[in-house]
């Protein structure tokens, strides 16, 4: 199985991942979060990206000290100076987390950080299932998906649908 804590699959993935690669190892992305255990998560590190899909980032951070991590990301540097970036604060599941997003380059990058460890987090969870599932599936499950992708429907409802799950986002879970 691929080490997705690792960003060096995408060195050998397809041309959008080695792009992706190039990208986050200009801007020194991974290095500058490090302190909050970042890690690649969603549809272009499994291959079922579409044209518009962003690069999302999850991180851990004690949310107690939200001021401190948006100080770090500023001081880091990570992105350009004259980077748009837009922060929000949302409830998932109970749970409060921060959105960045931003422009790197052709990559919408979505840093997504909530207060548990970033291999707990729902969107790794969720990956891993997926990523077993297109293994198990093959090939023909894979462009079903990414053709569902491409009608607007979401990466867990385009399982789901397939899958007959009653509800993807908790059922993916269990895989």
């Known amino acids: 199985m691929i080490d997705f804590t690792n ?3 995408l060195k050998s993935g397809n041309e959008r991942q080695k792009r992706a690669y ?7 992305i991974f290095e500058k ?20 899909s962003d690069l999302d980032i999850i991180c851990e951070v004690d949310l107690k000290f ?13 992105m350009p100076g004259d980077t748009d970036v837009k922060i929000e604060n949302i409830i998932i599941n ?31 969870r969720h990956m891993l299932a997926e990523y077993n599932i297109l293994k198990e599936k093959g090939e023909d499950f894979k462009y079903k998906i990414i053709e ?13 649908l397939l899958m007959g799950l009653k509800n993807p986002y908790e059922d993916l879970l269990k895989f």
């Open 7 to 9: 960003l060096s699959y």
């Open 22 to 28: 190039e990208v986050l190892k200009k801007y020194q």
């Open 33 to 52: 979060l490090k302190p909050y255990s970042p890690i690649l998560a969603g549809t272009i590190p499994i291959e079922i990206d579409i044209e518009n």
């Open 66 to 78: 939200e001021e401190d991590f948006l100080d770090d990301i500023a001081m880091s540097r990570l």
């Open 94 to 124: 109970g749970e409060k987390s921060i959105v960045l997003n931003f422009m790197l380059e052709e990559f919408s990058i979505e840093i997504f950080a909530q207060n548990k460890p970033s291999i707990e987090q729902n969107a790794y």
């Open 148 to 160: 569902l992708k491409k009608q607007g429907v979401k990466t867990e409802p385009a399982f789901g």
